[in-house]
């Protein structure tokens, strides 16, 4: 990747933390904290890797998402929305009574939303079937989607994760964002689910682990998912809850809550600021 592909992937991912602000701050709720560690690779997937069409999205040969951890829709609503799916000013509309852009993704609403997803577990097992389904079809598309490291204690995900590697699915790609944080506290103290790598190899997964904020770590890791083709891919991200937020890096009050007016006032200060340092160094 080159230093100018890495810059403008840096900038929209920078724009992408200000509509996560900017839509829970407009909720008065939301979760900012894992939006803000998964930034990264939401912007990677739509400005970088999914074949998706903005004008068009329900073109059929499109690659799929799936946010499995579908709590964190402020993340992917703003990835979509600077993508040209909707506008951008819509964001703070965010789980307002008379808005499209509902708490969790909804698929009938939102535009570039493939699936409907809330209750974890539930949407890792729609890609895996939805990876199956194109296998069946023939179609050369790819499934993406990112579960959480506390949606992993769901047992329903592990059902998936065995049912993708029974059938081969090489066309679908797991994010697992490994932010070691949930709503109820570190997950290694609510419920640790590792060694993670050592379970999901076990699984027959082909399993890769990297800095998820780290964009040649993600480019490398998804050529790796590209040369597989007999096993299902899963690439551990490990991330940082509220990045690019100070105040909210690393902090679990932020799982499940939108800034107030002043805390909304730094955190948009913080990324303006780092926006800005970003463009200039573009130049």
């Known amino acids: 990747m080159t230093k100018k592909e890495r810059l403008k992937l840096q900038i929209a991912a920078c724009k992408v933390r200000m509509g996560v602000i900017e839509s829970t701050h407009g909720a008065k709720a939301g979760h900012p904290g894992g939006s803000l560690s998964a930034a990264d690779m939401f912007t990677y997937l739509y400005n970088k890797e999914m074949r998706v069409d903005p004008t068009n ?5 499109r690659d799929r998402f799936v946010l499995s951890k579908g709590h964190t829709a402020p993340g992917l609503y703003s990835a979509l929305a600077y993508r040209g ?21 909804n698929m009938n609403t939102v535009p570039g939303v493939d699936m409907s997803t809330g209750s974890l577990g539930q949407g890792i097992s729609a890609a895996a079937g939805m990876a199956l389904g194109a296998k069946h079809a023939g179609k050369a598309l790819n499934v993406y989607a990112i579960v959480g490291d506390g949606e992993v204690e769901e ?12 059938y081969g699915l090489s066309n679908l790609c ?47 890791a998804i050529a790796a998912f590209h040369a597989e083709s007999e096993k299902p891919t899963c690439i551990l991200l490990d991330t940082i809850k509220g990045k690019g937020v100070s105040f909210m890096e690393n902090a679990v009050d932020w799982h499940g809550k939108g800034p107030n007016d002043e805390e909304y006032e730094i955190a948009m200060k913080e990324l303006t600021a780092a926006y800005a340092a970003l463009e200039e160094e573009e130049k």
């Not at 999205?57 to 040969?61: D, G, M, S, V, Y």
């Not at 047992?155 to 029974?166: I, L, N, V």
């Open 155 to 166: 047992g329903e995900c592990w059902e998936a994760f065995m049912f993708a590697a029974h």
């Open 85 to 105: 799916f909707f506008p951008v000013e819509d964001l703070p509309t965010l789980r307002h009574i008379d808005s499209y852009l509902q708490g969790h993704p």
């Open 57 to 61: 999205p329900k073109w059929e040969n």
């Open 174 to 220: 797991v994010f697992l964002d490994r932010n070691r944080l949930q709503i109820d506290g570190p997950t290694e103290n609510v419920m640790s689910s590792e060694p993670l790598e050592d379970k999901l190899r076990a699984f027959n997964f082909n399993v890769l682990t990297i800095d998820g904020h780290d964009y040649d770590q993600i480019e490398k």
